[in-house]
């Protein structure tokens, strides 16, 4: 299937490896261009040589940038207004899982992980959202199965990714006679080497085989690359009669109908 994505001019946040970084090379093989954005700097210019070797230097920049500040989101638009003028596809990417246990964390770390997980994609959105608004582009955010179910994860990471879900969906509603697309994708349990169940794998492997079988009837982790391929698709012009929705990519882990 062609999807239309030539010279498509992406952005994608968190994307120095996992998800994030599988996202940004599906879009490479589909003719696209691609901003890579991660908040640190370790993985991510090693990715960007990676796939500039393989796709071309013209087609894979990377930035630096914390989402959560607007000066430094700011500065990442002027670097591309500068490099491209224009973006057609957003895709955020942020977060992280690592929390307490307690039904209701103290203010402190609720204000942390809000941050890192909702707060992030927020500004993200509104930074980006009048470059899409000019190409009637596409902005896809990447939750998780948490924010459609509740599963015992922890608390304020599960109503920052549901919180997410509410946005795109208000979002699309408002912005689809502007012709711009809002959606999001809620993986389940993904597996890359240096992710989180790969540090849970390392305390416990016995543990977490256990976790997958009794609760994925798939009976195994998605990969990044799974999550990829349903991003491309829904960024791309044969999705263009889908807004507002929350593509759930989970092995049948989740159990509501709706």
């Known amino acids: 299937m062609n999807l239309a994505l030539d010279n498509k001019k992406v952005l994608i946040t968190g994307a120095s490896r996992g998800i994030g970084l599988a996202i940004a090379e599906s879009f ?20 960007e040589e990676k796939l500039q070797n393989s796709y071309g230097i013209d087609n894979a920049f990377a930035c630096k940038c914390d989402c959560i500040n607007v000066d430094s989101l700011n500065n990442l638009k002027e670097k591309i207004k500068d490099k491209w003028s224009s973006l057609d ?40 959202l009048p470059m899409l608004e000019k190409t009637k582009g596409s902005l896809l955010f990447i939750s998780s199965i948490t924010g459609v179910e509740a599963f015992g994860a922890p608390t304020d990471y599960s109503t920052a990714k549901s919180a997410i879900i509410a946005l795109a969906k208000n979002m699309a509603r408002k912005l689809a006679s502007d012709g711009v697309r809002v959606n999001v994708i809620a993986p389940g349990n993904v597996y890359f080497k240096g992710g989180s169940w790969d540090e849970k794998i390392q305390q416990n492997k016995k543990h977490v085989d256990e976790i997958i079988k009794s609760t994925v009837p798939m009976n195994r982790f998605a990969t990044p690359q799974e999550i990829a391929d349903s991003a491309v698709f829904i960024c791309s012009d044969r999705a263009s009669f889908i807004t507002g929705s929350t593509l759930v990519v989970d092995g049948g882990q989740t ?3 709706f």
């Open 89 to 128: 596809i957003v895709v955020v990417n942020v977060g992280d899982g690592r929390s307490v246990p307690d039904a209701l964390p103290d203010d402190e770390k609720w204000r942390q992980t809000s941050n890192s997980n909702f707060e992030s994609a927020l500004q993200t959105a509104r930074t980006f």
């Open 255 to 257: 159990v509501g109908i």
């Open 28 to 47: 490479l093989q589909e003719g696209a261009k691609t901003c890579l954005v991660s908040r640190g700097s370790n993985n991510l210019f090693k990715s």
